[in-house]
């Protein structure tokens, strides 16, 4: 199994090297843990929906250093796409545009975009510079975990994942932990309107704020992984419960079935005490503000969902604007059960 190394100058170098060379590199962004492959070669694009287990449909977002080199992968750039990338990027930002001819199939998933982002992560951005020198300098990468698994936000998640999945040449990166802790913003630019097709690390205000108001994605939006209902899921049985709720939900289970090995996602509530302390019961209180709550979501998923539980409960956060990229997320990992 790959293990994660830690990134020094000299290993940020062989990755670019290994990514010259059609092998895959997991990768820190400020967002999530990246899965890299050199985006202009089908081949090696190819390594990374096997490593997945990812649809060969499903699109994956190009990242680049520059603008000059994002707008080399479109066809056309519309002058609002130069208003969002200079408010937010480098940033977690992707934007879709119509695609340059030469931008692979295996990228596209045979649709006419491609989706574009400059991360902002020092080690992402080094890494696609010294790819730059000796290579295209673009990378595509997806979030580095199973496909429809809860994305990773350290290393040793993405080994946990994807690392028996990988080559013997293939690299993961260890660059600590992310700092955003949900993926990026996606916006289509390839439509009549700009539209936010997955909510993510800039909020909509931010970007309404930049480029007027938008209307939400409707009817036949492009394919995103991402937007399927049922994603970001853990293996246990997970539901999102409202607040005045959660702790009867937890306890109701309990009681019923004491071996159950349930876990917990609590921001307000609280357990009765002897309760809590039950060594069936693994619960962590969570931030209370939405930007340290998406800064930890992901490793808390993905430290439960080790314990081998049976039941996840999670509190259901206000739907407020301010939340809506956690909720995105927390809806998407408990749709298949808690319908
Ligand atoms: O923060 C992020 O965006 C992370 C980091 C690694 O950059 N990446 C990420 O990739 O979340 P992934 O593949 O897990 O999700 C990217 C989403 C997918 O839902 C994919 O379908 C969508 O972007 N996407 C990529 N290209 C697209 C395109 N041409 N049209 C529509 N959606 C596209
Ligand atoms: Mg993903």
Known sequence: MAKPQSVNPCLLSTAAELLALGHLVAFPTETVYGLGADGLNPKAVAKIFQAKGRPADHPVILHVADVTKAKSLALNWPAV???????????????ILKRAAHVPDAVTGGQESVGVRIPSHPVALTLLREFSGIGSGVIAAPSANRFGAIS???????????GDRLGPHDLILDGGDCQVGVESTIIDLSGDAPRILRPGGIGRQAIEDVIGKMTSATGNAPRVSGALAS????????????????????????????????????????????VASNPQLHIKTMPADPAAYAHDLYAALNDLDRQGLDLIVIEAPANTAEWEAVLDRLKRATYSTSR
């Not at 990773?152 to 994807?162: H, K, L, Q, Y």
């Not at 079935?257 to 509530?269: C, E, F, R």
Request: hydrophobic fraction near 45%; charge should be negative.
């Open 81 to 95: 796409a130069d208003q969002l990338a200079q408010a937010f990027w480098p940033g977690p930002m992707t934007l």
């Open 152 to 162: 990773p936000t350290r290393a040793i998640d993405v080994a946990n994942s994807i």
């Open 231 to 274: 994603h970001y899921a853990p293996q246990a049985k997970t539901m999102l419960i409202d607040a005045a709720q959660v702790v009867e939900t937890i306890n109701k289970h309990h009681l019923e079935q004491p071996t159950l090995k349930i876990g917990g996602l609590l921001v307000h509530a609280t357990l009765p005490q002897d």
